[in-house]
């Protein structure tokens, strides 16, 4: 059971280039969600997929698109990366998503640079 | 809107005395909170988290703490401190939208443990 998993760990782009973070969970989890850690603001939610087949925005969408593939699967694409981009991304999954209570489980995060 | 506000940024404790981080938030409703640790290179795990069932939360490697209505504080306190909890530990609010849920982070505090 590896829980959630996030790929690339380490990505370095130049500004304009496009690229897809990947996220997948074993959990059977119906939400899945993007967010962005940027130092002394905590984490932001990027987008959100509240359950197979739906998506939404979250606090930051702008520059982003998102794809949630599959129950297990949700990717985030950056079409024309800018240096305001340059972040560690984490992705996220919960069980239902629809309960105030629900844990959210974390990947290991990816740390992007765009020069 | 709901919001959490961690008091300061970095928290140097020696090894052995009390941990105590601090909390507070803002909401219309009853909140729900959580404290979540993120280790050096690591996605977040949680902690612990306020469901309204006890006041007093314990979590994981002796952290707990206790939901003031009063002072609309969740501060995570734990009596001895250990080398291994040096990490950012960040406080959160479930924060409805639409028919789901979303966390809404503080910016973090990171622990620094003094042998």
């Known amino acids: 059971n590896a829980g959630v998993t996030q790929t690339p760990k380490f990505q370095v782009l130049k500004t304009g280039q496009s690229m897809t973070l990947q996220c997948a969970q074993d959990m059977n989890h119906n939400s899945m969600y993007w967010y962005r850690q940027d130092p002394g603001m905590g984490l932001r939610l990027i987008y959100y997929s509240a359950s197979e087949g739906t998506t939404d925005k979250g606090e930051v969408p702008n520059g982003y698109n998102v794809s949630r593939l599959n129950k297990r699967e949700f990717s985030l694409r950056l079409e024309s990366a800018a240096p305001s981009q340059t972040s560690v991304y984490f992705c996220?999954?919960?069980?239902?998503?629809?309960?105030?209570?629900?844990?959210?489980?974390f990947g290991p995060g990816t740390r992007l640079t765009v020069l | 809107a709901q919001s959490v506000t961690q008091l300061g940024s970095h928290v140097s404790v020696s090894e052995g005395a009390l941990v105590l981080l601090r909390c507070n938030y803002s909401s219309s409703v009853p909140p729900y909170l959580f404290w979540y640790v993120q280790y050096p290179n690591q996605g977040l795990q949680l902690l612990l988290k306020?469901?309204?069932?006890?006041?007093l939360v314990k979590g994981i490697n002796g952290f707990e703490a206790e939901f003031k209505k009063s002072e609309t504080s969740f501060h995570l306190t734990k009596p001895s401190a250990h080398m291994s909890d040096a990490a950012e530990y960040f406080c959160?609010?479930?924060?409805?939208?639409?028919?789901?849920?979303?966390?809404?982070f503080g910016s973090g505090t990171r622990l620094l443990v003094r042998p």
């Open positions: 306020y469901t309204s069932a006890a006041t």
């Open positions: 959160a609010v479930s924060a409805r939208m639409d028919s789901s849920y979303k966390l809404i």
């Open positions: 996220a999954s919960s069980e239902a998503g629809d309960q105030p209570t629900d844990t959210q489980y």
